[in-house]
Nanobody, 123 residues
Framework: QVQLVESGGGSVQAGGSLRLSCAAPEYTYSRHMGWFRQAPGKEREGIAGINSFGATSYANSVKGRFTISQDNAKNTLYLQMNSLKPEDTAMYYC??????????????????WGQGTQVTVSS
């Protein structure tokens, strides 16, 4: 069982920035890694993913504002979030999965999930 631990969430005003981190075992970096979010009353949404070759994918809702990256030396996945909007308010989850043919934003591609970190953006 891969253990993923998110951190970096918090409260910020619209237009601000946050950086989420996800600590994961070293071997997860041969896998797909992704960030998902879920707002109250809404389905879980894939927002950013990165595969074992470093290719990335973003949801239209965050493209140009969020950046996914990983530091293999630190075994950490990041999500840099800029120009935050109130609609970005959600619980954010880190996920890991084996290489597969599903899209990086498809939750079915992931087998292991963190507990989540809350992001709240006020107007």
């Amino acid at each position: 069982q891969v253990q993923l631990v998110e951190s970096g969430g918090g409260s910020v005003q619209a237009g601000g920035s946050l950086r989420l981190s996800c600590a994961a075992p070293e071997y997860t970096y041969s896998r797909h890694m992704g960030w998902f979010r879920q707002a109250p009353g809404k389905e879980r949404e894939g927002i950013a993913g990165i595969n074992s070759f470093g290719a990335t994918s973003y949801a239209n809702s965050v493209k140009g504002r969020f950046t996914i990256s990983q530091d293999n030396a630190k075994n950490t996945l990041y999500l840099q979030m800029n120009s935050l909007k109130p609609e970005d308010t959600a619980m954010y989850y880190c996920a890991a999965g084996p290489p597969n043919t599903l899209g990086l934003l498809d939750s079915r591609a992931y087998k292991n999930w963190g507990q989540g970190t809350q992001v709240t953006v006020s107007s």
